[in-house]
């Protein structure tokens, strides 16, 4: 996965060595001097992420970001503002400026890389969301966009053993209207997460007598909790734990002694972030289910396949994008053998396996018949390859019996598309990969074949 990450900072000294942190992790860069050519370079490249100074000639990092927010097309790109103050007062100004993060010069290596990680995977996934808003939208099927939600009455967990910091958190949270809950160990918090739902998880790093990291783990892979904003209280000297935090799942941090106001911003925009895509998701459930759903399979049709790739090209999403080809082999066998009852359950079985082996921002959708499509955003070729072997593989390793207990071979061919430099088309993505796909067939079937670039 290619990521492009924009910097804007006026000194470039700043610019350089954030750049030189950067491209040593394979990232790739753009610089901006000031907000104006910030807000041209976020509209025209469309980073994953935008690095923002504050103190700028002409327009500060925070009427920059305001701007970024408010606009449509930007207020979904996470913005981390950088500073050589890190007074509570800046902090929170740029966290009520729409801000997702807040850094202190000089940046440290391993805490920049961290937060990074985290919020380029949360791009991805809204990205994902939001192209699947936008076709729903262009299908006359999705409601309108709506405004900056309230938080009250949004529902929190306070993981703290600790009864000075507790108290703060459980008194800041509620001038918000966010009803707070807490837990004053693991074991108590998973066992709450289990009975109720929550917005907000507010975990200690300083529990005693247990590995909050665990817990972290534990909350991140919870079915009920896997998609719950993670926020951490930490000790300043605490930065390992933190970093370690960030690569399990966390969403955001907060140093001790918490801060009553920055606690307030922080809680805010990780709820509104969630109140978002559950909103989302809801919306698409109900519109896409009735149009765009194949009924026997479950999944996507051709149709909502085709509008959403021309989505992801249109918005720059596409510029890295693979569609994976499938299609059943000797499938007319199965329906002719042991009939059309059978091989619709087989089909499902097929989907069903081909759905539990993609990410979870891939797309995939019933092509017609027996054919399957995968949509594959920000993946290379290698990453095509290796993800259309593991499908394969899954497909043939699937168990599959007709009602009279005879197993059913099963095995897929899958040909293999992706973008290059040169501009492309939905029409011509698909054809690259359906001319693999008969490559594959006509090379002995069950196997896997790379369309040649074009």
């Known amino acids: 996965m290619s990521t492009r990450i924009l910097i804007v900072d006026d000194v470039p000294a700043n610019t350089r060595l954030l750049e030189a942190k950067l491209l040593a992790e394979y990232y790739q860069t753009a610089t901006a001097r000031d907000g104006f050519e910030a807000l041209a370079a976020a509209a025209d490249w469309h980073p994953d992420l935008i690095l923002l100074d504050v103190m700028m000639p002409g327009m500060d990092g925070f009427e920059c970001c305001r701007r970024l927010k408010a606009d449509a097309a930007t207020r979904h790109i996470p913005v981390v503002m950088v500073t050589a103050l890190g007074q509570p007062s800046e902090r929170l100004q740029g966290l009520e400026a729409g801000a997702d993060d807040f850094l202190t010069k000089p940046v440290e290596s391993e805490t920049l890389m961290a937060r990074v990680r985290s ?10 969301w ?18 900056t939600p309230s938080v009250a009455g949004t529902r929190a967990l306070v993981v703290d053993d600790w009864d000075v910091s507790a108290t703060v958190t459980m008194d800041a949270l509620p001038k918000e209207g966010i009803v707070a809950v807490r837990a004053r160990d693991g074991r108590e918090a998973m066992a709450l997460t289990q009975k109720e739902s929550f917005d907000l998880i507010v975990v200690s790093l300083t529990l005693a007598g247990e590995d909050s990291l665990r817990l972290v783990s534990a909350l991140r892979g919870g079915s009920r909790t896997h998609e719950t904003p993670l926020l951490l209280l930490a000790e300043p000297e605490s930065r390992d734990q933190l970093v370690r935090g960030f690569d399990l799942g966390a969403t955001d941090w907060l140093t001790l002694p918490v801060d009553d106001n920055e606690l307030r911003a922080r809680a805010r925009n990780q709820i509104r972030r969630k109140i978002y895509q559950d909103r989302l998701r809801s919306d698409l459930g109900s519109a896409l289910e009735m149009a765009l759903i194949d009924p026997m399979t479950g999944l996507y049709n051709q149709r909502y396949l085709r509008r959403h790739l021309t989505g992801l090209l249109e918005s720059g999403q596409g510029r890295q994008l693979a569609v994976l080809m499938v299609d059943v082999d000797f499938f007319k066998k199965v329906n002719d053998q ?10 499902r079985l097929i989907a069903d396996t081909l759905r539990g082996n993609i990410r979870v921002f891939d797309t995939l959708a019933r092509y017609g018949g027996e054919e399957f499509v995968v949509v594959m955003p920000s993946a290379d070729r290698d990453d095509a390859v290796q993800a259309a072997e593991r499908l394969r593989s899954a497909v043939e390793a699937a168990e599959f019996k007709c009602p009279s207990g005879q197993r059913i071979a099963l095995t897929v061919s899958v040909g ?17 990969a359906d001319t693999a796909l008969y490559a594959a067939k006509a090379g002995g079937r069950n196997r896997v074949e790379l369309a040649a670039p074009t």
């Open 119 to 128: 919020l380029v995977r949360l791009k991805l996934l809204l990205d994902e």
């Open 130 to 147: 939001h192209a699947r808003g936008e076709t729903a939208r262009a299908l006359g099927l999705g409601t309108d966009p709506f405004a």
């Open 416 to 432: 293999v598309g992706c973008t290059t430099d040169a501009p492309t088309t939905p029409e011509a993505l698909l054809q690259a």
């Open 338 to 347: 042991f009939g059309h009852a059978t091989g619709d359950k087989a089909l």
